[in-house]
Structure formats: C-alpha cells, structure tokens
C-alpha cells in the first residue's frame, strides 16, 4: 500500500501548531518513499465543544472507524474546565479510547544522547535509559462506575470514581505486556498498590498466570507505585518494561519523560486489539504555550513515527522520522523545553521552524 487514509485530531491549545509541524515531516518522509497520506482532519475536544456542542461528535467517530490510523496532538484547557462532565474535552477523548477499544497505550521514553544535558537529572542517571510503559487505557478509575458528586442525607458532598478491572481487561493487558518485553530486554515491571488495593491484588494474581502462561523468558518482578515513583528518578536503568493500570501508567509516564529531557520529547502509541489505533504525545495541550510558537512538536513527530510502526507497518518511513529528529537535534537546534541556555552549541527554534528543520532533514537523510 502506497496511500493512507489518516484521521488527524489537532484539538486544543498548541494542537494545531504542533500538528501543522508534524504533518510537514511526515508528508516530506512519505515523499522519499512515494508514500502519500490522504488526511481528514476532524474535530474532538474543545474545539468540537465549541462547533459541534460535544467532545466526541459522531463525524468524527465515522471518520476514526473508516481510516488506516488516526494522529492526534491534544486536547483541553482552561476554557472548558468549568463545564460539566459530558461537555469536558477530556470527556471526549475517554469516550474516543473507550469506543475504538484502545486498551493497550505503549509509552516509550528512551534517552537521547545529545538530550542528556536537558533532563533535570544527572547525565550518568539517564544515559542509556530505555523504558517501554505499557499503560491500559480502558478501564481502572477513569472508567468505574459509580463515579459523580453527590449530596447525602446530612447534606454532605461526596465526590466518588471507583477503582476497578475485571480480570479479561488485566488478561490482555498483561498478555500485550509479555508479548513487548519479549522483544525488548525480557523484564517486565508489574506497577500496582497490592498491599493496600483488593483491584490491585488482583491485577498482580493476574499477571503472574498470564506470565506463566505466555511469558517464556521474560523475567518478571513487581513493584508498589510509589517506591515504583522513586525508583524511576533514583535508578531508571533497571527497567526495561513496566505494566501498569490506568492512573498509575498516567502519572509514571509524565514523570518517565523527564529521563529523555522533556514532556515534549515523549510519544506514544493507543491499541486495539483490530482496527485503527491512535497516535499521539503523551503530554496536553500546555495552554500557558499555546500561540506562542514555543511548543516542542517532537513528541507528535514521533508519535507519526509510531504510527508509521505500528499501524502503516512501514517502517522505513518511521526510522527515517526518528533518525531525522537526531539529527536535527544532533545539528544544536532546540525547542525552548529542551534549550541549555548559555550554550553556544545549541540553536532555539520555533514549533514552526523546528517541523521545517525535521522535514528538510528528512529529504536530506533519504
Ligand atoms: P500539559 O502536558 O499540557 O503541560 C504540562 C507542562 O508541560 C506545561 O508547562 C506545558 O507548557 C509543558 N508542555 C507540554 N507539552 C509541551 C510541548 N510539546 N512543548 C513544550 N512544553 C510542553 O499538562 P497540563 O498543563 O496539566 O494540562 C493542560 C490541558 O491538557 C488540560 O486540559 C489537560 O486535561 C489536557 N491534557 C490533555 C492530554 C491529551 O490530549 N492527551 C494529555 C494531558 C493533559
Ligand atoms: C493523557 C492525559 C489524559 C489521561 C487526560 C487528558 C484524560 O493525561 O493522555 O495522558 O489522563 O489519560
Ligand atoms: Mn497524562
């Protein structure tokens, strides 16, 4: 196949200037290879909020069900913050994982040598780290009913989510996780909070039979989530890959992409078990940025890069993506997240100019 039909979401906030950014370098990598990309570009978020009256508008639904992949940038923001639930961007995108069944998130933070100045860490702590988060992304207390604010009989408020997996959803979680780490180094890190959680007990139980049964050499340890917290900025390097709930990958893998240098820095890939999956950074829509040209688009470009991986299965055309994003950076130019100020060597950009360097690159490198 030489022509893809790709569903693209630029949501809220730096959105759009990061998927204009990113649309320019994966177009001018298709291009080496005479690959094309039929984009539709829908709404979801804020912005379909503000069109469409809904985060999830059923267009952009049919558009998702009909394409070879979607590519997504962010959604979200202030302006939306006070609304009630079912009007909330972020209400939006749950439901878009919920109904494309995007249970398994692959979240992969992996030092970049010439970044190694750019984390807030020191150099010998995070050079050579390589951590793949797999992250389940339909269940645990995004999804759990009952969920809401109520008024008791005393008229005290409680507000309530419900922290619960079934074990079918830990099963194939667990089964994706084995089947990563089998590829990667073959350790995998179970993330839970068992000593204190009855779902977390059985999340454990569950992985340590689907270990058994589908996990021929992988090595397989667990850990609570917050020792699992420290030990990620302490020692990273004695990862390779982590399994955890909802939440937990959450908040580990924001905290994972300080290793690499940036927020900014950090893709990810959204999968079902058939049809399309999402792409998209891991990181919002960094409203204190947003139309400033500030954004760092490197975590979309490579978030395309996954896509090209994983759903267009090309993946020439996605060594070439990350190839060309080393050697941008390798060239000194950075984004104002990832810049070492005072050093001669490296060159601020913009997110417009970063994506024209990332595409004139890639013409170069092919
Ligand atoms: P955020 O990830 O948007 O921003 C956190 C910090 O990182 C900010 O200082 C921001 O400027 C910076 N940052 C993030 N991405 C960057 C980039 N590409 N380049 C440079 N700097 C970057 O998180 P937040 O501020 O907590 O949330 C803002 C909004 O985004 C909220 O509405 C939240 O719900 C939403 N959000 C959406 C997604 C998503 O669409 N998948 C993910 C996380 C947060
Ligand atoms: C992410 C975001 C989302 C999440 C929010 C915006 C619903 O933080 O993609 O990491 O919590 O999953
Ligand atoms: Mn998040």
Known sequence: QDSYKITLLPGDGIGPEITTATVKALVAAGKTKGVTFDFDEQLLGGCAIDKEGTPWPDKTLKSCQAADSILMAAIGGPKWDGNPRELRPETGLLAMRQQLG?????????????????????????????????????????FGKPAG?????????????????????????????????????????????ANVLDVSQLWKDVVIRVHGECGQGVELSHMYVDNAA???????????TIVCGNIFGDILSDEASMLVGSLGMLPSASLPSEGPGVFEPIHGSAPDIAGTDAANPLAMILSAAMMCQYDLLQPDLAKLLEDAVEAVLDAGYRTRDIVNEGNADETLVGCKEMGDLVAAKVAELA
């Open 102 to 142: 995007l249970f398994a998130n692959l979240r992969p933070a992996k030092a970049i040598p010439q970044l190694l100045d750019a984390s807030s860490l020191k150099r010998e702590v995070v050079e050579g780290v390589d951590i793949m988060v797999v992250r389940e992304l339909c269940g645990d207390v995004y």
């Open 149 to 193: 604010i109520y008024t008791d009989d005393a008229g005290v408020r409680w507000g309530q989510n419900n922290m619960i997996y079934s074990e079918p959803e830990i099963e194939r979680i667990a089964r994706v996780a084995m089947d990563v780490a089998q590829k990667r180094q073959g350790r995998c890190c179970s993330i839970d909070k």
């Open 230 to 240: 420290m030990q990620l900025v302490r020692w990273p390097k004695q990862f390779d």
